[in-house]
């Protein structure tokens, strides 16, 4: 054997699970998205569901530092206005929670977080993220869309006549699962980042997602 072959590459893969613990397989060197497909308590769901129906703007972003990993990340203010909604102690709790664990996993310092009421797709079109690891959820609407590997050309991302239009090659995250998505700043992960997209939005329809980015 030639000593100086290099190493194929390993096969990338998504990964889904009911337990929380399939998050860690996002750190393994051959997957790019990680799904934990968890139901939302129902008066969580009920939350999402009356702040979106109050169709008001929302757009918040917080950058959290996590020196301590025992401490609870600083959220307040967060979505501060709906705080008399029923269940806003149950959705702050929740955050609460996943911004820990994705601070926990990644040994992330420093937390972008966004939480926003979307009324139209912000990248409509398919694209990889220029990320190491970004957290997607969405508490209320229609989940994110990906593709599995090899759906489409990586060179024609952002062609909008090369995207697939056959519903059975879009995967779509549902409402209330926990999707990690590897991106292109992720070490070796470099030309292998999720290819996904924001899903289109009907005339009236909203979503409520979070994303949280690894800052540093």
Not at 21 to 44: F, G
Request: charged share 20%; aromatic share 6%; proline share 5%.
């Amino acid at each position: 054997m030639n000593a100086y072959a290099h190493t194929a590459r390993p096969v990338i893969q998504q990964v889904c699970g009911e337990t929380p613990q399939i998050m860690t397989r996002i750190l393994d060197e051959d997957v790019n998205l990680a799904i934990w497909q968890r139901q939302l308590p129902v008066h969580i769901v009920d939350f999402g569901a009356l702040l979106l129906s109050l169709d008001e703007p929302l757009a918040d972003a917080i950058v959290l530092e996590m020196a301590d990993e025992k401490a609870q990340p600083n959220l307040r203010g967060l979505a501060a206005r709906f705080n008399d909604l029923e269940g806003y102690a149950g959705f702050i709790a929740d955050v609460s929670w996943l911004v820990s664990a994705y601070a926990c996993l990644l040994g992330a310092k420093r937390i972008g977080l966004r939480l926003r009421a979307l009324d139209k797709a912000m990248c409509p079109r398919f694209h990889v993220d220029h990320v190491p690891v970004r957290l997607i959820t969405t508490y209320a609407g229609i989940g994110s869309q990906w593709l599995e590997e090899g759906v489409m050309d990586r060179r024609q991302l952002g062609q909008p006549q090369a995207e697939p239009t056959q519903s059975a090659l879009i995967q779509q995250v549902n409402a209330g699962e926990v999707a990690l998505l590897k991106g292109e700043k992720w070490q070796g992960n470099e030309g292998a980042g999720l290819i996904h997209r924001s899903p289109a939005l009907a005339p009236g329809e909203r979503r409520l997602i979070l994303t949280l980015d690894w800052l540093a």
